[in-house]
């Protein structure tokens, strides 16, 4: 039970054609609706903190509620930051106690993104933390991260070789077609399993990453719009196209939105039906229980690592 890198979890998830859930966290209720799916389900466990949660709840929260979180369980667990957006970030978040560091140079040209990354890994492999790097671009919102549908780029495979083998990055997120937030396709889904394929042939035994990958599922969008909800057309990467890309090299998938939406159309419901109740504990509590089961859900039959700890 200890706060842990992704290193051993990346190659029991390579090997064992699986992926590893990576979630969100905002708040104490987050933190234990996902740790107790993770119990219950003996699976491998990444949380991850966006620059919105850093803002919202301060890192060091974050941080105690994680340790917590691993003391009251005996989980191991990746505290990981998500979209690291400079080196100072990710420095202060890797002096703060996080296990696994995100720096996203994405929004910059190939050699910046170079250079950037392989500043924070140098830094970060010199205290014993894990980073994760990115190439191409996702469309879409989450927090700080904003991309028009017009300037998303996929990632060229030769570029990702390149990267990697310069940088010395940990893991690779890459741009096959996810995207961030709620509104994921204007058409039908898809996902660009042929580059997918291409990736992983030039970098063997290489963990890749998946972000924007939540499936946004029509139960709790309907949920959420019964009781007075405004997400209209919400939809998501269908999890079929998940399971199959965790199959192929995919060891790091991320969930955001699924969980938003199952603790929002849960206390949605409850406010609506009882208009009179106003104590936290009688929403946030049900809340807490609807992302276990979302989370649970997600680590049986979509990522597939149930019982890979």
Known sequence: MALVTSKEMFKKAYEGNYAVGAFNVNNMEIIQGIVDAAKQENAPLILQVSAGARKYANPIYLRKLVEAAIED????????????????????????????????????????????????????????????????????????VKVNTKDATYTVPEEAAEFVHRTGVDSLAIAIGTSHGAYKFKGDPSLD????????????????????SSSVPKEFVDLCNKYGGKIPGATGVPEEMLRKASKMAVCKINID???????????????????????????????RDAIKNMVAHKMKNVLGCSNKR
């Open 73 to 144: 369980t005996g989980l191991d667990i990746v505290l990981h930051l998500d979209h690291g957006e400079d080196f100072e970030i990710c420095k202060a978040c890797v002096d703060g106690g996080f296990s696994s560091v995100m720096i996203d140079g994405s929004k910059l040209p190939f050699e910046e993104n170079i250079a950037l990354t392989k500043k924070v890994v140098e830094y970060a492999h010199s205290k014993g933390v894990v980073v994760e790097g990115e190439l191409g671009k996702l469309a879409g919102v989450e927090d700080a």
């Open 193 to 212: 399993f042929e580059r997918l394929e291409k990736i992983s042939k030039l970098l063997p035994d290489f963990p890749l990453v998946l972000h924007g």
């Open 257 to 287: 939105t699924d969980l938003r939406l199952a603790m929002t159309a849960c206390i949605r419901q409850i406010l609506t039906e009882n208009p009179s109740e106003f104590d936290p504990r009688k929403y946030l509590g049900p809340g």
